[in-house]
């Protein structure tokens, strides 16, 4: 192999590596929903969900939703779901599945939907509410994602 193909090669590589890593940084953003003024450690009857590397997408797509829900005083459910945003970049409609057989049974999840207008807007045509399972419905909003909310304990119930 000569010396020019091996320079293309490790070119090309380093290329590569730092898309792959950049992509990678990309989706490490989170993204949190609080329903009813949220979740917190002394559980004031809210809820938070977390989407792990969950960003937004672009008008009229979707793209998926995966993490977990905080509820009661430590409360952990895994959530699965998606995330479309309309495609005149109004509302975003999350709907969720979540999980835990503590507490809602061992084959019985808990759905949410919940929509939530985009910064801007003058009016909302929706309103930003979640309809929830087991009382988590109610007034959702976009919250910042603490070191407190992100965190994940080893015990769900």
């Known amino acids: 192999m000569d010396s020019k193909y091996r320079l293309t090669t490790k070119l090309l590589a380093g290329v ?44 009229g797509n979707c793209t998926p939703w995966s993490g977990f829900t905080k509820t009661a005083t430590n409360v952990v459910l895994t959530t699965t779901g998606t995330g ?28 949410d939907y919940i929509t939530l207008c985009q910064d801007g807007l003058k009016t909302c045509p929706f309103g930003n509410h979640d309809q929830g399972a087991l009382g988590f419905g109610g007034t959702a909003l976009e919250e910042t994602c603490t070191s407190t909310l992100l965190e994940l304990p080893s015990s769900h119930a």
Do not use: H, Q, R
């Not at 329903?35 to 997408?57: H, L, Q």
């Not at 479309?84 to 759905?111: E, M, Q, R, Y």
């Open 84 to 111: 479309c945003l309309s495609s005149d970049g109004k509302v975003l409609t999350i709907s969720v599945s979540s999980a835990d057989p503590d507490w809602f049974g061992a084959t019985t999840p808990g759905s």
């Open 16 to 59: 590569l590596g730092a898309m792959i890593t950049g992509a990678a940084s990309a989706g490490e953003a989170n993204y949190c929903i609080a329903v009813n003024g949220g979740w917190t450690p002394s559980s004031s009857g809210g809820t938070s969900f977390i989407g792990k590397g969950f960003a937004v997408p672009a008008k």
